[in-house]
């Protein structure tokens, strides 16, 4: 098959699923009404099979800050706010909770992934009480263009463009670009190739 047919084929793949997710996208306000969002994040993530990574797909183009149709999210997966953007030609692995988060393009995320808005989501008062989410502090955390974040790694700060995060690995501070970082807190071991 011709790559003209095949891009054709996926275009009316998107249109279709876009117009199916509209209903949904509109009940949420198109991201702006949080609750009935939710609501439909997670029910999009159960959709199985190849017309559920464009049923989610679609969905997030209608409802977050920002996101591309090039890009594929995994069965499972779901973005837990609508102010994430999400650059071209992204991967997202099965089983991946996305908080208020910017992916670059290009970024590959395997299975199992969180990447959490900042490290203050919850707060203790002066008894020691810890906090719902409502008081806690949401910042976005960016990963750049380029970057691997293998499976079940935790993020909870920026990753710079070009870098690679190993597999069970704990973010908890920034990691530079080109970097290579593993580990519980990670730890950068080395630079990767290829990277300006």
């Known amino acids: 098959m011709s790559s003209v047919p095949k891009r054709w084929i996926k275009a009316i793949a998107h249109g279709f699923f876009l117009l199916a997710a509209l209903p949904a996208a509109a009940l949420a306000g198109f991201g702006r009404w949080e609750m009935a969002y ?64 910017v992916i670059g393009e290009r970024t ?35 990963i750049g263009n380029d970057c691997w974040i293998g499976a079940a790694a935790i993020v909870m700060a920026d990753v710079g463009e070009g870098s690679t995060v190993g597999a069970g690995s704990v973010v908890s501070r920034a990691i530079p670009r080109g970097a290579v970082a593993v580990g519980s807190p990670a730890k950068v071991i080395g630079s990767g190739a290829g990277v300006n």
């Open 38 to 101: 939710s609501v439909f994040a997670h029910l999009f993530a159960l959709a199985p099979g190849v017309p559920g990574d464009y049923l989610r797909i679609a969905f997030y183009k209608l409802t977050l800050a920002e996101c591309f149709l090039s890009s594929r999210i995994e069965f499972g997966s779901f973005f837990a706010h609508p102010q994430a953007r999400v650059g071209a030609h992204v991967y997202i692995g099965s089983y991946c909770i996305l908080g208020n988060t």
């Open 108 to 142: 590959q995320i395997a299975s199992g992934v969180q990447i959490l808005s900042g490290r203050h989501q919850h707060i203790r008062d002066e008894a020691g009480r810890i906090s719902g989410a409502e008081d806690g502090v949401f910042i976005p955390v960016t």
